[in-house]
């Protein structure tokens, strides 16, 4: 077992090379941040193997990266729309408590995940809901009711949620998407990922709660899994074998280091300075075709059938492009338009909406959590921002 190489990193990080723009690091990068699909008992193996560097280079890099906030966080992610119900939220909030609703999404709401600022470039349906969350809560929890506790405490004056019916693209790589080409796009169309909830017995459920967590530096190496089994109450084997079953079920994502991608890092560098919602109306019927064809750009890191209705102009197709340059976010929007049009989907309206203010947490799922939150605010009249 490879343990006692590990033990000097934490305290040589501050001569290792931190950016993600360095060769090494991006090899890394390149493979850490969403080709680790599934589950995997030695995943950081697995990203030594596929970027042809030594074991404890990655594991070295990884931490480096972690240490100086580069990398905001490394974790296995969980495939939430197969576990919990989940929608995107737009929120319509006074100007002047914009900020405040903002902190208190981010901060003290565990169920919303995403808590962005949105702004247009032109006024156009929907240019009034500037904060954007995305909501999940635990199965046979209601998300209305939840997002009506949401709206009293904050002040919000109308919300509209978007749940997904379908999704396309989901994983972000912002390293390996930087030399991708403005109509790059993979030989056939992106196959729809349904929202059906899972079925997950008492041991899934365990095993599922004890690998979702962030790992620490000290977890970052050959064993990540053996202290969230011995936490589990069970045996690694078993606990690796467990999370198989889970994978096999769906509701495994991928293992991610998450870049810091809106912030600068320790010295000023940035992933991405811009980040774009594409919104686009298809006609009815085509939906799943459209997102299929939008999905199968690989420049798009998330893509979903999200009904907008009447207050987004009635757009049916969503997705997110991210990019240091704002006008090559837009050549690959205009590509994918100009492909929607060529395969014989007509674009009958579409506009962007333009990340500004973000902050990214994991969405709990917990039921128990949930109770307990509920609790905490049940009498509580709002606004409290």
Not at 61 to 76: D, E, F, S
Not at 377 to 384: E, F, I, R, S
């Amino acid at each position: 077992m490879l343990s006692d190489p590990y033990l000097h990193m934490t305290a040589a990080t501050a001569t290792i090379p931190i950016e993600h723009t360095e060769e090494i690091n991006s090899r890394i990068l390149a493979v850490s941040e969403d080709r680790v699909k599934g589950f995997h008992e030695k995943p950081f193996q697995f990203i030594a193997e596929e970027s042809g560097l030594p074991l404890e280079t990655v594991v070295e890099r990884i931490r480096a990266m972690l240490a100086g906030g580069v990398i905001r966080r490394v974790r296995q992610t969980l495939l939430a729309n197969k576990l919990a119900e989940g929608a995107l939220v737009a929120w319509k909030v006074p100007n002047e408590k914009l900020d405040a609703a903002f902190d208190f999404m981010f901060k003290e709401d565990p169920f919303s995940g995403h808590v962005v600022l949105r702004s247009t470039d032109r006024e156009v349906s929907g240019s009034d809901y500037r904060l954007w969350t995305t909501l999940k809560v635990p199965q046979d929890k209601n998300m209305s009711e939840h997002a009506d506790v949401l709206k009293r405490l904050t002040g919000a004056e109308e919300y509209l949620l978007m749940p997904a019916h379908g999704i396309f693209a989901l994983g972000v790589g912002h390293v390996r998407r930087k030399t991708m080409e403005p109509g790059d796009k993979y030989d056939e169309p992106a196959k729809m990922m349904t929202t059906n909830i899972a079925d997950l017995n008492e041991e899934e459920w365990n095993v599922l709660l004890h690998l979702k967590g962030e790992l620490s530096a000290e977890e970052i190496g050959p064993e990540p899994w053996a202290g969230r089994a011995a936490a589990a109450g069970t045996s690694l084997e078993r606990f690796c074998e467990v999370a198989k079953g889970l994978d096999a079920k769906g509701v495994i994502g991928r293992l991610s280091t998450f870049l810091e991608h809106v912030k600068p890092s320790q010295t000023g560098v940035r992933v991405t300075r811009f980040n774009g919602l594409f919104h686009w109306k298809v006609p009815a019927g085509m939906q799943e075709r459209a997102g299929g064809e939008v999905g199968r750009h690989p420049i798009m890191t998330h893509a979903y059938w999200r009904e907008g209705g009447p207050r987004f102009g009635n757009v049916n197709i969503m997705g997110v492009v991210h990019g240091t340059d704002k006008d090559l976010i837009m050549q690959h929007k205009a590509a994918i338009d100009r492909h929607l049009e060529s395969v014989g989907i007509p674009v009958e309206y579409t506009n962007v909406f333009w990340g500004g203010r973000s902050e990214i947490k994991p969405s709990e799922i917990s039921p128990i959590v949930f109770k307990e939150w509920h609790a905490k605010w049940a009498n509580v009249a709002g606004p409290v921002i």
